[in-house]
T-cell receptor
Framework: AQSVTQLGSHVSVSEGALVLLRCNYS??????LFWYVQYPNQGLQLLLK??????LVKGINGFEAEFKKSETSFHLTKPSAHMSDAAEYFC?????????????FGGGTRVLVKP | KAGVTQTPRYLIKTRGQQVTLSCSPI?????VSWYQQTPGQGLQFLFE???????NKGNFPGRFSGRQFSNSRSEMNVSTLELGDSALYLC??????????????FGQGTRLTVV
C-alpha cells in the first residue's frame, strides 16, 4: 500500500528564514504528488502539485517543490517565511494510474513562525 | 463560484447514536470524497463517489457508509457511534473521474464530537 512520510511533525522557523518541509513516498511507480495547507478550523487548500513535466513546481504564496524520482521525494520550500505561513502542511499522493481521486496523506508538519 | 459546503459545521452526539453529514460539491464537480482527520491517525480516506457510484473505499468498518445523489451532493452516515469516531470529517470534490492528478477542493469540515 502507498505510504507517505513527512519528516518532523513540528517545524519552527524565524520570519524571513527558509522553510523546508520534507516528504517521501513509498511506491516504485511515481505517483501524482500534492502539497496542501490547513489553517486552524479550516479545510485543506492546494499549494501545488506535480503530475508530469518539469520537476520543479511552483505554487501559491511563494512555495515550490521539487520532485526527485531517485530519492522518492517531493520536498516543499519557501525562501522567506512570513507570519501568515503558520499552519499545518500535508504532503499527499494519488496513484498513477488511478481509478479515482483517492489521496493518501502524510502525517502533516505544523509550522510555527517566530517573529 | 461557491466552494464545497459541508453541514453542519459542528455536531455533538452520544455513543450509540447515528449521525448524517452532508456535503455539497462545487457546481459541476461529480466526484466527492470523504476523509476522517484525527490527531492520532491523521487524514484517512473513507470513500469516494462518482456519478452516484462508490468507486473507492478506505479501511473503515461498515458503520461508515455514504451515498451520492443525482445532483452530486453526498452524505455520509455513521451508525452506532463510538468515542473514537470523534474527528473532523472533510469532504473533497473534484471535477473529473480521476487518474490524472486532479485537484481536490476541500470543504471546511464537520467537527463531530461523540460523548
Amino acid at each position: 500500500a502507498q505510504s507517505v512520510t513527512q519528516l518532523g511533525s513540528h517545524v519552527s522557523v524565524s520570519e524571513g528564514a527558509l522553510v523546508l518541509l520534507r516528504c517521501n513516498y513509498s511506491s516504485s511507480v511515481p505517483p501524482y504528488l500534492f502539497w496542501y495547507v490547513q489553517y486552524p478550523n479550516q479545510g485543506l487548500q492546494l499549494l501545488l502539485k506535480y503530475t508530469t513535466g518539469a520537476t520543479l513546481v511552483k505554487g501559491i504564496n511563494g512555495f515550490e517543490a521539487e520532485f526527485k524520482k531517485s530519492e522518492t521525494s517531493f520536498h516543499l520550500t519557501k525562501p522567506s517565511a512570513h507570519m501568515s505561513d503558520a499552519a499545518e502542511y500535508f504532503c499527499a499522493v494519488s496513484d498513477r494510474p488511478a481509478a479515482g481521486n483517492k489521496l493518501t496523506f502524510g502525517g502533516g508538519t505544523r509550522v510555527l513562525v517566530k517573529p | 463560484k461557491a466552494g464545497v459546503t459541508q453541514t453542519p459545521r459542528y455536531l455533538i452526539k452520544t455513543r450509540g447514536q447515528q449521525v448524517t453529514l452532508s456535503c455539497s460539491p462545487i457546481s459541476g464537480h461529480r466526484s466527492v470524497s470523504w476523509y476522517q482527520q484525527t490527531p492520532g491517525q491523521g487524514l484517512q480516506f473513507l470513500f469516494e463517489y462518482f456519478s452516484e457510484t462508490q468507486r473507492n473505499k478506505g479501511n473503515f468498518p461498515g458503520r461508515f457508509s455514504g451515498r451520492q445523489f443525482s445532483n452530486s451532493r453526498s452524505e455520509m452516515n455513521v451508525s452506532t457511534l463510538e468515542l473514537g469516531d470523534s474527528a473532523l470529517y472533510l469532504c473533497a470534490s473534484s471535477l473529473v473521474a480521476g487518474g490524472m492528478g486532479t485537484e481536490a477542493f476541500f470543504g471546511q469540515g464537520t467537527r463531530l464530537t461523540v460523548v
